[in-house]
């Protein structure tokens, strides 16, 4: 189950980034709306937008486990 919540936020991560979600405020209720955490999302997305020197799948799961 917990595996299925970090692909679902991933998949919702990227939609994020094509637009599907909107921007701002209205990304922001959106997401909320539709039940995401937003600063769950919006950090993965930053993540994965944002070039880093850690590898993202390092950084999503510290992530993951700081919610535990």
């Excluded at 917990?2 to 990304?27: F, P, T, Y």
Aim: hydrophobic share 30%; glycine share 6%; proline share 1%.
């Amino acid at each position: 189950q917990r595996q299925m919540c970090i692909r679902d936020s991933l998949q919702i991560a990227h939609e994020v980034i094509s637009g599907s979600w909107g921007n701002g405020a209205d990304r922001k209720n959106r997401l909320s709306a539709a039940g995401y955490n937003y600063e769950e999302i919006q950090t993965i997305v930053n993540e994965i937008c944002t070039p880093k020197e850690k590898n993202i799948c390092e950084k999503i799961r510290s992530l993951f486990q700081k919610r535990r």
